[in-house]
């Protein structure tokens, strides 16, 4: 096996609406940046990668709409219906597999195009034994929010709190489009969307465009970019069904973070992993997260959480602002995900800096209805 490693970033930073930019306009900037990153021309990279979901895009065999701006004409392609962490995962096995040694991977919110979001995420559910009841999809997650919080015996107040440091660390981030100030008794004062889950507790959506250069260890020597080295990468999608699934555990989130330690060789995440980025769509999932990746035991979340929150701590959880700041990005969150690694290690993360980070670990989660997720590793080393 070759190391790979990530040798060009580019992104847009995340913004509530973009009616100024179209996603083409978006991914072409992000692309411009990520090429003069890592100092190659679209003309050198063997296959491209798109994330993108047709549903939300409007059209279908959406790869077909992407190559302009990417410059990928009469290139290899292919869409991954999934979250980006899945993309880099696919680059990965491009590259493993001794297909290509240098792959771009493109991903895009245009949410604020998207009129009817909960209505088109519906079209995940049953089609027999769930939709015809044509039910909010965030019942999905306030069932799961009331099973956790029972099961666990962590408290509706931590909940919160993800929200209020969540969005305090957003305001240190340029990427972020939903930084500021608010308090854990606000977020309780919030409307229902399906108890317990509150209203401020659900990310709100965003627009933005991300793309990565992904290289072989022999391409990345020869290119003038700093590689940030992916140590373990893993997916994996527990039930699909919502009559089958474990309520209120986060399966999915444990294997594919176990997968990613065992190919990172990482006995001990929270002394070996300097900085976490975890998926937090809801804010309940940053807590079920945490514990299912062993960060904590069952419980003790919620509780690291409402401390961190509460004043200063060395709590390096989403120092990007995750979800809850920086805003959903659909199928783009697990690379901006990406972006907030790759920007601390190398030192380039402005005043939300960590001091000394050397390598980092991100999980993401396709959204409800799924139990779908995916990890990774990186390293600066």
Known sequence: MTRVAIVGLGFVPAQRKTPQYSYREMTYRAA???????????KEVDCFITCAEDLHEGTSIFDEYT?????????????????????????????????????????????????????LTTYA?????????SLSPHFVAGLEMNAFLTQSENT????????????????????????????????????????????????????????????SQERARRLK??????????????????????WGQAFYAQEAAAGAFRMAQITDPLREVDLFEVDDTYAYKELQHLEAIGLYERGKAGRA???AAQGPKDFPVNLSGGCLGRGDLLEAKGLYQIVELVLQLRGEAGKRQRACARRGFALSWRGVPTTSGAAAVLSKN
């Not at 411009?32 to 679209?42: K, L, M, T, V």
């Not at 969307?193 to 990310?203: C, G, N, R, V, Y």
Request: aromatic share 4%; proline share 7%.
């Open 67 to 119: 190559p302009d701006q990417l410059g990928a004409v009469h290139k290899p392609m292919h869409t991954v219906t999934h979250d980006g962490l899945v993309g880099l995962a696919c680059a990965w096995m491009a590259i493993e597999s001794g297909a290509a040694e240098l792959v771009v991977i493109e991903a895009h919110s245009k949410a604020s195009n998207i009129l009817t979001l909960d209505d």
């Open 305 to 307: 959480v409402l401390d």
């Open 125 to 133: 559910m049953d089609p027999a034994l769930t939709r015809p009841f």
């Open 156 to 215: 509706e107040e931590a909940c919160a709190a993800a929200v209020v440091l969540n969005r305090l660390r957003a305001g240190k981030n340029p990427a972020a489009a939903y930084g500021g100030e608010t308090t854990v008794a606000q977020v309780l004062r919030s409307k229902p969307l399906s108890a317990p889950l509150k209203e401020a507790e659900k990310s709100p959506t965003a627009d933005g465009a991300v793309v990565a250069v992904v290289a």
């Open 32 to 42: 411009r940046q990520a090429y003069e990153d890592a100092g190659i021309s679209p």
């Open 225 to 246: 970019g700093r590689p940030i080295w992916i140590e373990g990468i893993s997916w994996i999608s527990d039930s699909p069904s919502l009559e089958s699934r474990e």
